[in-house]
């Protein structure tokens, strides 16, 4: 949750607010004095573009849905001329969590 705040900060920061992002951060666990084991957030990049559609399946496992098809759920909504036998395979823009859920911790294997 904190790396996810952390990168809407950033892209609130450089006034990005439409469309997709490539996001980098590196994260550290602060071992402080008193062993809270907190996590320090890291900005390495902001790009306004996709990071790369071979990240789909790999995002779609982890999470149950990728950049590019929130994308188009935001863009496209629910248009009229969708084929009808599509409609399993469509996002609901409002239906999507504002944070990921990950999918046994996002860990894939």
């Known amino acids: 949750r904190a790396v996810c705040?952390?990168?809407?900060e950033a892209l609130d920061a450089l006034n990005v607010?439409?469309?997709?992002?490539?996001?980098?951060i590196i994260v550290e666990e602060d071992d402080g004095d008193d062993g809270d084991g907190e996590i320090r957030p890291r900005l390495v990049e902001v790009n306004c573009r996709q990071h790369n559609?071979?990240?789909?399946?790999?995002?779609?496992?982890?999470?149950?849905?990728?950049a590019?098809?929130?994308?188009?759920?935001a863009y496209l909504g629910d248009a009229d001329d969708f084929?009808?036998?599509t409609e399993h395979m469509r996002l609901i823009w409002?239906?999507?969590p504002d944070l990921?859920?990950?999918?046994?911790?996002?860990a894939i294997v």
Do not use: K, Q
């Open 83 to 85: 084929p009808p036998h």
């Open 100 to 106: 990921p859920v990950t999918r046994a911790y996002g």
């Open 94 to 96: 409002n239906d999507l």
């Open 68 to 73: 590019l098809d929130m994308l188009l759920s």
């Open 5 to 8: 705040e952390y990168a809407m």
């Open 17 to 24: 607010h439409w469309g997709m992002s490539h996001t980098e």
């Open 53 to 66: 559609t071979d990240f789909a399946p790999l995002t779609t496992a982890a999470v149950g849905y990728n």
